[in-house]
């Protein structure tokens, strides 16, 4: 996940609906920024749900 894009959140709000098809479709993560500091990330639901088995 160190190379994901990375946006800020009014770029990412702007962009959601390509940076939810790439993190579906393409497996790409995007880091959302908030003054240039991470603060979340969208990864697709396959992912999430694999991390959620690895933890319970």
Same mark, same amino acid.
Request: aromatic share 8%; charged share 30%.
């Given at each position: 996940? %160190? ?13 959601? =609906? ?11 993560? =995007?880091? %959302? =920024? ?21 933890? =319970?």
């Amino acid at each position: 996940m %160190v190379n994901a894009p990375q946006m800020g959140i009014r770029e990412f709000r702007d962009d959601l =609906t390509k940076r939810v098809e790439a993190a579906h479709f393409r497996e790409e993560p =995007t880091v %959302v =920024t908030k003054n240039g500091e991470p603060r979340a990330v969208l990864v697709s639901y396959e992912w999430f749900q694999a991390q959620q088995r690895r933890t =319970t």
